[in-house]
């Protein structure tokens, strides 16, 4: 079995935070001064504009915990215009880093101004300020030696709720006892609830499972679908929001059920129903309890699903069989999604 850590604790997280462009920079008042020239013009420079909040995605990053421990955002302001028409250095934009999945609302209106889930991709989420004008853009035929100069316009500022929603790399998804919170348990060290009556899970529970010291996955146990979901039947809409914001899919069939054909039907017609992207996430599929049937069960169960689904794997959270691979499996699910 790989390597494991403790139990991630968060799942649709979410934080507020307040953004501040910075101010630009004042309007230089300033007159000629040469040897020679006694009445030298204007020539104040402008100031320079002040530096922006930018969002930008970085698929290397799992949580919005940091953000709990800084709430408040401001970029440099502007410098100050000088003379001989030398305008500001305009301020530095704060760069911040986000996962991708980070939705953003407006803390105020509760409007969603930005969806953030491609890698490297950037937002601008508060402009920094006009640079104010130098007393040399006021001079006139009639004035000729203005002796007033702009004032910088202030950063925009902003209230914003940030919500990760790709909460996992990989989505577990099942019918209703299929065994996800036991695999998950056993592939990391999360401690889902466990019991065999439907909607054991309620909400989604995560964990970390570690290959090696190089690749690490984060699983999502999601809450058991049932047919109908996607018309708000048992946790509905809301299980399928979640399996929305999930790279990879393994699509968990109950080895011992009734007709696991069937099973696999009834997800993907309502992962389908519900939005066709669902169904076009990488997946694969994985009979799950295998040891509670015989090793030529399983086989059969395997290859009669593997007509439809591609090479089928078969799992057991008890004795551990089959969770490396499977694991290996959703590595090259997750990789490829990142390569695309």
Same mark, same amino acid.
């Given at each position: 079995?790989?390597?494991?850590?403790?139990? !991630?604790?968060?799942?649709?997280?979410?934080?507020?935070?307040?953004?501040?462009?910075?101010?630009?920079?004042?309007?230089?008042?300033?007159?000629?001064?040469?040897?020679?020239?006694?009445?030298?013009?204007?020539?104040?420079?402008?100031?320079?504009?002040?530096?922006?909040?930018?969002?930008?995605?970085?698929?290397?990053?799992?949580?919005?915990?940091?953000? +709990?421990?800084?709430?408040?955002?401001?970029? +440099?302001?502007?410098?100050?215009?000088?003379?001989?028409?030398?305008?500001?250095?305009?301020?530095?934009?704060?760069?911040? *880093?986000?996962? $991708?999945?980070?939705? #953003?609302?407006?803390?105020?209106?509760? %409007?969603?101004?930005?969806?953030?889930?491609?890698?490297? =991709?950037?937002?601008?989420?508060?402009?920094?300020?006009?640079?104010?004008?130098?007393?040399?853009?006021?001079?006139?035929? #009639?004035?000729?030696?203005?002796?007033? *100069?702009?004032?910088? *316009?202030?950063?925009?500022?902003?209230?914003?709720?940030?919500?990760?929603?790709?909460?996992?790399? @990989?989505?577990?998804?099942?019918?209703?006892?299929?065994?996800? =919170?036991?695999?998950?348990?056993?592939?990391?060290?999360?401690?889902?609830?466990?019991?065999?009556?439907?909607?054991?899970?309620?909400?989604?529970? &995560?964990?970390? $499972?570690?290959?090696?010291?190089?690749?690490?996955?984060? &699983?999502?146990?999601?809450?058991?679908? @049932?047919?109908? *979901?996607?018309?708000?039947?048992?946790?509905?809409?809301?299980?399928?929001?979640?399996?929305? +914001?999930?790279?990879?899919?393994?699509?968990?069939?109950?080895?011992?059920?009734?007709?696991?054909?069937?099973?696999?039907?009834?997800?993907?017609?309502?992962?389908?129903?519900?939005?066709?992207? !669902?169904?076009?996430?990488?997946?694969?599929?994985?009979?799950?309890?295998?040891?509670? #049937?015989?090793? %030529?069960?399983?086989?059969?169960?395997?290859?009669? &699903?593997?007509?439809?689904?591609?090479?089928?794997?078969?799992?057991? =959270? @008890?004795?551990?069989?089959?969770?490396?691979?499977?694991? %290996?499996?959703?590595?090259?699910?997750?990789?490829?999604?990142?390569?695309?």
């Amino acid at each position: 079995m790989p390597h494991t850590t403790g139990t !991630l604790r968060f799942f649709v997280d979410e934080v507020r935070i307040h953004v501040r462009g910075g101010k630009g920079g004042d309007g230089c008042v300033s007159f000629r001064r040469e040897k020679y020239v006694p009445k030298g013009g204007p020539d104040g420079g402008d100031g320079g504009r002040g530096g922006s909040i930018v969002f930008t995605v970085d698929p290397n990053l799992k949580t919005l915990l940091d953000f +709990r421990h800084r709430p408040f955002y401001r970029a +440099r302001a502007g410098e100050r215009g000088q003379g001989s028409n030398r305008t500001g250095r305009d301020g530095d934009d704060l760069v911040i *880093a986000v996962p $991708a999945g980070t939705v #953003v609302k407006d803390a105020d209106s509760g %409007e969603t101004v930005a969806d953030l889930t491609r890698a490297w =991709s950037t937002w601008t989420a508060a402009r920094g300020g006009r640079g104010g004008r130098g007393n040399a853009r006021f001079a006139t035929a #009639v004035r000729q030696a203005p002796r007033h *100069a702009e004032p910088g *316009a202030p950063g925009e500022r902003r209230r914003l709720g940030l919500e990760l929603k790709l909460i996992a790399d @990989v989505g577990i998804v099942g019918l209703p006892n299929a065994g996800k =919170s036991t695999l998950l348990a056993r592939c990391t060290r999360a401690t889902p609830k466990v019991g065999a009556y439907p909607f054991t899970t309620l909400s989604p529970n &995560l964990g970390l $499972a570690v290959l090696d010291d190089e690749r690490q996955l984060v &699983l999502a146990d999601l809450p058991g679908l @049932v047919e109908g *979901a996607h018309q708000g039947r048992g946790l509905g809409l809301e299980f399928l929001r979640h399996v929305e +914001r999930t790279r990879a899919l393994v699509l968990l069939i109950e080895a011992g059920a009734a007709d696991p054909a069937r099973d696999l039907e009834v997800l993907r017609g309502e992962l389908d129903s519900y939005s066709p992207l !669902l169904l076009a996430k990488p997946a694969t599929v994985a009979l799950s309890k295998i040891d509670l #049937v015989s090793e %030529e069960q399983g086989r059969a169960l395997a290859a009669r &699903l593997g007509g439809s689904a591609g090479e089928v794997l078969t799992v057991s =959270s @008890v004795t551990g069989a089959g969770l490396r691979e499977l694991l %290996e499996r959703c590595w090259q699910l997750v990789e490829n999604d990142h390569g695309g």
